[in-house]
């Protein structure tokens, strides 16, 4: 079983850039299929951000051009760069790991780190 260990939220004002940062652990990440998921207050869990084994990426609509996926191997790490956050991005974000890209984009049953908090002032 896979532990995922996420960080880099906060505060920030809109407009401004975060980069979040996942930590693997029990799984290499080489072989498998990454992605970003968040959750606001009453809101389902979606997958915002996702990159498959051959470098493929997908991004929700809601942040296309914005938010930047990305994962270095060696350090079995995945990030996320935010940048021109609004306000609708508040939530909690989640990565996920999984061998199928497939999954990673369509399914909701993942293994799940706590989440960081990220916050954004208007």
């Known amino acids: 079983q896979v532990q995922l260990v996420e960080s880099g939220g906060g505060l920030v004002q809109a407009g401004n850039s975060l980069r979040l940062s996942c930590v693997a652990s029990?799984?290499?990440?080489?072989?498998?299929?990454v992605g970003w998921f968040r959750q606001a207050p009453g809101k389902e869990r979606d997958v915002v951000a996702a990159?498959?084994?051959?470098?493929?990426?997908y991004y929700s609509d809601s942040v296309k051009g914005r938010f930047t996926i990305s994962r270095d191997n060696t350090k079995n790490t995945v990030y996320l760069q935010m940048n021109s956050l609004k306000s609708e991005d508040t939530a909690v974000y989640y990565c996920?790991?999984?061998?199928?890209?497939?999954?990673?984009?369509?399914?909701?049953?993942?293994?799940w780190g706590q989440g960081t908090q990220v916050t954004v002032s208007s």
């Open positions: 996920a790991v999984h061998s199928s890209f497939g999954a990673i984009l369509g399914s909701r049953n993942h293994d």
């Open positions: 029990g799984r290499t990440l080489s072989g498998s299929a």
């Open positions: 990159m498959s084994t051959g470098g493929i990426e």
